[in-house]
Every structure is written in C-alpha cells, then in structure tokens.
C-alpha cells in the first residue's frame, strides 16, 4: 500500500554532490521514520542514514558522517539525502526505506530487517 521512487542519482567526480529525493505515496507518512541504504555490487547492504518521523533525530553511518545530510518534508511526503564530498567509494544503488518500529525502538536502525518498504534504489557513481 506503500511506494517509494527514489530520483537525483547519477555519475559525478570525486568530491562533488548530489542529493537524492525519495518521493512516498500512501498516508500517514509523518507518522513515520525514513532511512537509506546503499548496496555496491558484491557488497552487503549498507546503513546509510535515518531520520525520525518528526525530523528532529538523525543517524548515520560512520562511514557518511559528516559528509551526507538526511532531511525530510512531511508536507511533501519526500525525504532526501544531501551528498557532499562524495568519493568513489560512495558508488552504490541508493535505497529510500521506510522504518517499520517505533522510533523509541532503535535495535534495528541499522540494519534493513528494520524497514518494512524499499524504493526502487538509485545509482550513484563516483569517479576519481
């Protein structure tokens, strides 16, 4: 009952930006916290950020800190995530999902058994 189309992927040079948009139908999306993943062929899928339903708490991986930005616009039912300084290691199909716990409930954050929907994923590619 829920869809999820992430967009603003694509292939920049090291030490570019990009900021992905992930665009959730269906209702009742403030009620609920968002997060990305990325995946690299070969590769596990990997905790990219989260963001609370309110927009006031936010999580991110150790390897995104302090370079990516996740935010979210409940009026529009979006939630985007802002690439800085991006490197080619950050290459990865970029997923929007969506956190199926309570937010109080942190103990899968971090991992994808704790989203319950996935978008399509975006490419991002970084040279170097």
């Known amino acids: 009952q829920v869809a999820l189309v992430e967009s603003g992927g694509g292939l920049v040079p090291a030490g570019a930006s990009l900021k992905l948009a992930c665009a959730v139908s269906?209702?009742?999306?403030?009620?609920?916290?968002m997060g990305w993943f990325r995946q690299a062929p070969g590769k596990e899928r990997q905790f990219v950020a989260f963001?609370?339903?309110?927009?006031?708490?936010?999580y991110y991986g150790d390897s995104v800190k302090g370079r990516f930005t996740i935010s979210r616009d409940n009026a529009k039912n979006a939630v985007y995530l802002q690439m800085d300084s991006l490197k080619p290691e950050d290459t990865a199909v970029y997923y929007c999902?969506?956190?199926?716990?309570?937010?109080?409930?942190?103990?899968?954050?971090?991992?994808?058994?704790?989203?319950?929907?996935w978008g399509q994923g975006t490419q991002v590619t970084v040279s170097q």
């Open positions: 963001i609370a339903s309110s927009g006031g708490s936010t």
């Open positions: 999902a969506r956190y199926s716990r309570v937010f109080e409930d942190t103990s899968d954050l971090y991992t994808s058994a704790g989203y319950d929907y």
């Open positions: 269906g209702r009742a999306f403030s009620r609920y916290s």
